[in-house]
């Protein structure tokens, strides 16, 4: 009789390639989770900065302002010394 010992695979192998796969799919989990993390504290870092922002954006426009204000000055002060 004739031993068949030519299977399609192998159970050593194909148990191999289930626990890489498993240990793949943790990996994966950890990394979105750690990925989730980061953007989570960014998100919260933002939101703590966005009053800041709308701040800096008033105190540049007022500095805007008084930049025109004193170059008028400026320019009203060199046509007094003119005359």
């Known amino acids: 009789m004739e031993e068949n010992n030519h299977k399609w695979f ?14 793949q799919a943790i990996t994966a989990f950890i990394w979105v989770g750690a990925a ?9 870092r933002f939101d703590a900065q966005a009053p800041l922002n709308e701040r800096m954006a008033r105190l540049e426009a007022e500095m805007s302002g008084a930049r025109q204000s004193l170059s008028r000055i400026e320019n009203r002060l060199d046509n007094e010394v003119k005359k």
Not at 10 to 23: E, H, T, V, Y
Not at 36 to 44: M, V, Y
């Open 10 to 23: 192998d159970p050593r192998i194909n148990s191999a390639f289930l626990f890489g796969l498993f240990l």
């Open 36 to 44: 989730s993390q980061r953007l989570q504290s960014l998100e919260s």
